[in-house]
T-cell receptor
Framework: DAKTTQPPSMDCAEGRAANLPCNHS???????VYWYRQIHSQGPQYIIH???NNETNEMASLIITEDRKSSTLILPHATLRDTAVYYC????????????FGGGTRLMVKP | SQTIHQWPATLVQPVGSPLSLECTVE??????LYWYRQAAGRGLQLLFY??????ISSEVPQNLSASRPQDRQFILSSKKLLLSDSGFYLC????????????FGEGSWLTVV
């Protein structure tokens, strides 16, 4: 899996958008960008993934730059329950069981 | 929709005692199933994965074993626990045919004393 770089921590005010950046400058052409989050003492939760186009689901939006070297996860209206560690991962389509979490970004949503 | 459940959520066991963690997946057929361990402040370590009933691949030689008696059931076991077996254990699944997204259960905290 290509290496990713994320800021170690971020704060966000409740109700505001949380924008979490991720750099993946060595990403290969067939590697997807995945985002998971992990709330303390719980299993990782899948959020969203994408290849080239921007993606949106009920949880978040994923914006991938045209050169694919970076991406941003957007939580449009952060709540206190969104406080968690967010992991950005790049994986080829045949990665199978390989899943490597880096340090992630610890997002603190404050009232 | 698909759901995954694992239990127990927390477990405190003495050294030398047996272990059984169970995981079931609902809403899908023939999933790939995984057991991971996550040490505090560290990443995920893949322990076992299974592509079908009775088919188990072990990634790391250790004191643990896994079994898949039914299509959507995955069990992590040990005959005699060691102190080093303490940790956070995660069951996970992905779609069997071409699925690349891995979905995790709630996790089980094991403390061996």
């Amino acid at each position: 899996d290509a290496k990713t770089t994320q800021p170690p921590s971020m704060d966000c005010a409740e109700g505001r958008a949380a924008n979490l950046p991720c750099n993946h400058s060595t990403i290969s052409g067939n590697e997807y960008v995945y985002w998971y989050r992990q709330i303390h003492s719980q299993g990782p939760q899948y959020i969203i993934h994408g290849l080239k186009n921007n993606e949106t689901n009920e949880m978040a939006s994923l914006i991938i730059t045209e050169d694919r070297k970076s991406s941003t996860l957007i939580l449009p209206h952060a709540t206190l329950r969104d406080t968690a560690v967010y992991y950005c991962i790049v994986r080829p389509p045949d990665a199978g069981n390989m899943l490597t979490f880096g340090g992630g970004t610890r997002l603190m949503v404050k009232p | 929709s698909q759901t995954i459940h694992q239990w127990p959520a927390t477990l405190v066991q003495p050294v030398g005692s047996p272990l059984s963690l169970e995981c079931t997946v609902e809403g899908t057929s023939n999933p790939n199933l995984y057991w991971y361990r996550q040490a505090a402040g560290r990443g995920l370590q893949l322990l076992f994965y299974s592509v079908g009933i009775g088919q188990i691949s072990s990634e790391v030689p250790q004191n643990l074993s896994a079994s898949r008696p039914q299509d959507r059931q995955f069990i992590l076991s040990s005959k005699k626990l060691l102190l080093s077996d303490s940790g956070f254990y995660l069951c996970a699944w992905s779609a069997g045919a071409g699925g690349n997204t891995i979905y995790f259960g709630e996790g089980s905290w094991l403390t061996v004393v």
